[in-house]
């Protein structure tokens, strides 16, 4: 086997890629910045048990895990930054109000996500604690937006769920956990047939009302259908409710929106609303977020928690191609006129390298000495 070869779904980044992906990463924590996230930087390792906290078995089945050599206990590389962000706002900053949180940094999955992805995602996000009202899940989502938008991704569709509704068909049938589990991987599919199956020994009420949430996708029409069919369980109500808010709010920010009441991705996770946004050219989501109140709990303080992230990798993928600006050529010498203006057009942010001796010039423009002046052409 060559040296060379890396593991499947594992790639390098390469010029000009890697240096606009670096720029996007700095514009859109630049963003964060500016609307009053602290940056965060959590540890690329830690205690499995502190990384799959909270978080459900899908969470543990993607992290790697290894033994520490100094202590003896099993650890593991980050699959979601997310948990460590609230380990943080829980344990380490344990402020009593309102915490903006932001963070950027490589993750690393067991699996990826889909045939096309990598197994080692630049994952960026921004989380917001201790606040439980709409408005918190509001600002995440426009943030989200304007982060897609600074990117340059062109008419996205902003897709809502809401977990409640699951739950609280599931509260009332007092199904157990493993029908549960079983019945969200088949929602999770839309597989009507094995709902139905699954359900068969459930009251016709439930069984109904499972059956249904498949076909509950589309339009803000999709909500009012719901309240007619679903309005029998309780806190259904309070879940559409927050949705038909949200529509409201970002009516005038995205043009396509929709509803899946069957969406559950992240179900063992999220605590409440659940949203994803879509581009052209791109089979997965670009950018994924919900409400997630009880993942501080594991770690001794649970607080309201409302945020989104995205792979940079990815987004990069669905814009045009990269194209680096050309490099200036400068002649290696000490001429205090030639370094004063390199140093010029560097603080220009133009690209200027200095040939080294003992090579031919290379090809592209050249700072020459023409007219008393050195000049670039």
Known sequence: MQNWILPEHIEDILPPDAHRIEAMRRQVLDLFRGHGYDLVMPPLIEYVESLRSGTGSDMDLRTFKLVDQMSGRLLGLRADITPQVARIDAQLLNRQGVARLCYAGSVLHTLPLGL???????????????????????????????????????KPHFDLGHVGVFRSIARVSGMDPDLESELFQVLQAKDLPGIAELSSHLDAKVRDALCLLPELYGGVEVLARAKEALSGFSGVPDALAEL???????????????????????YHYHSGMVFAVYAENCPN?????????????????????????????????????????????????????????????????????????????????????????????
Request: proline letters at 5%; a negative charge.
């Open 244 to 266: 038909e808010a949200v529509a409201v709010e970002l009516a005038g920010s995205v043009s396509d929106l929709s509803f899946d009441l069957a969406e559950l991705r992240g």
């Open 116 to 154: 096309t992805r990598t197994r080692e995602p630049l994952q960026i996000g921004a989380d917001i604690y201790g606040h439980a009202g709409i408005e918190s899940d509001i600002e995440i989502q426009k943030l989200m937006l304007d982060a897609l938008s600074l990117l340059g991704v062109k």
């Open 285 to 377: 989501a670009v950018a994924l977020g919900g409400r997630y109140d009880e993942v501080g709990r594991a770690f001794g303080r649970a607080r309201p928690a409302t945020g989104f992230s995205m792979d940079l990798r990815e987004v990069a993928q669905i814009l045009p191609a990269a194209r680096d600006e050309d490099c200036i050529f400068a002649p290696h010498s000490k001429d205090p006129a030639l370094l004063q203006e390199i140093a010029r057009l560097r603080g220009q942010g133009k690209r200027v390298a200095v040939e080294l001796p003992g090579h031919e010039p290379e090809a592209g423009r050249r700072l020459a000495f023409r007219g008393g002046k050195w000049v670039v052409e």
